[in-house]
């Protein structure tokens, strides 16, 4: 089979294609679909990262009865340099109505698989992690049966910031989510221009601590891929997730959202993606989604 390497002929980076790759055209989805989560979110003032992040998969992940919403309001602490969520300002106060909010709206579309993911919320004292549990108990009582996954921040600083950052996730874990997902986001030497305020073994800090506090509980990170990484960089990435015990990963392509952000350095191509799962399952991963429009909740609630 042919290396990656030999697939784009030895290219390094390359500038940005202006013209999108067909294989990233794909259609909105049934407006159904769409409509029918879009009144219930509108109607109680709560958020989704399908939405937010403008997700391709969306009307998809809707139809399989999957969806991600986004805690603690639309407003990150962070700055991250890819991301379409809104930041540079302060964050409102969290609504005290959300997680009952997000139940109801579970409850209502009767969904069988639920993402809770939120932005930095560096503002609050415990970063948001009682926010998390607080919502997957109003979840657990009016729908017991669906699965919770959980993609958090990093729940990094204060003063003490490991320890402090070790209580936050420890309540996380108590709560037993059904996985725990947090993404790297990017190979090791990119993570500077790319995620402002993070970092990279801060990040398999966080997955290495969650599976010591319960190995029971899988874990999950995403690359996305574009952002002038190497072949050989990635594999390096998958190998130091592998080496802290995380059990699932996504591989995607980095897709920007505007002028505003991050150029795309390079398009890899699905045959790339398939490569690169490949690998990925030969390191050990149990689950792997890899492919241009995979993102972090991609099919997350099938084996």
């Known amino acids: 089979m042919e290396s990656l390497s030999q697939m784009r002929s030895g290219s390094a980076a390359r500038p940005e294609i202006v013209q999108l790759p067909d294989w990233l055209r794909r259609p909105i989805g049934r407006a159904s679909e769409l409509s029918t989560v879009q009144k219930i979110i509108k109607q109680r003032q709560i958020h989704t990262i399908c939405e937010e992040g403008r997700c391709p998969n969306r009307s998809e992940c809707y139809a399989n009865k999957t969806a991600s919403f986004l805690l603690m309001g639309p ?59 607080a919502t997957m108990t109003a979840l657990r009582s009016v729908s017991p049966d669906t699965q919770i996954e959980l993609l958090t921040p990093d729940f990094w600083g204060g003063p003490n910031p490991v320890e402090k950052q070790r209580q936050r996730l420890r309540v996380i874990v108590v709560a037993k989510p059904t ?121 997350a609630g099938e084996e």
Not at 95 to 112: I, N
Not at 219 to 226: A, C, D, E, F, R
Not at 264 to 277: A, C, H
Request: charged share 25%; with cysteine.
């Open 75 to 133: 407003t990150c602490t962070r700055a991250c340099a890819f991301c379409q969520v809104d930041k540079g300002h302060a964050p409102m106060p969290v609504d005290p109505e959300e997680p009952q909010k997000v139940a109801e709206s579970v409850k209502l579309l009767g969904l069988k698989y639920v993402v809770l993911t939120s932005v930095a919320r560096d503002d609050l004292p415990d970063h948001g992690a009682g926010w998390f549990v």
């Open 179 to 299: 996985c725990f997902n947090h993404n790297v986001e990017t190979v090791e030497r990119l993570q500077d221009p790319v995620r402002r305020g993070a970092k990279y073994r801060r990040s398999l800090e966080v997955l290495r601590y969650v599976k010591e506090l319960d190995a029971t509980i899988p874990t999950k990170s995403g690359l996305m891929l574009g952002h002038g990484e190497t072949e050989d960089e990635l594999v390096q990435a998958m190998k130091d997730l592998r080496a802290v015990g995380c059990d699932r990963i996504t591989l995607g392509q980095y897709m920007r959202p505007s002028l505003a952000h991050l150029p795309v350095q390079r398009y890899w191509t699905p045959e790339e993606f398939d490569q690169l799962g490949e690998i990925a399952r030969g390191l050990g991963f149990s689950q792997v989604r890899s492919g241009p429009l995979v993102r972090s909740s991609y099919h």
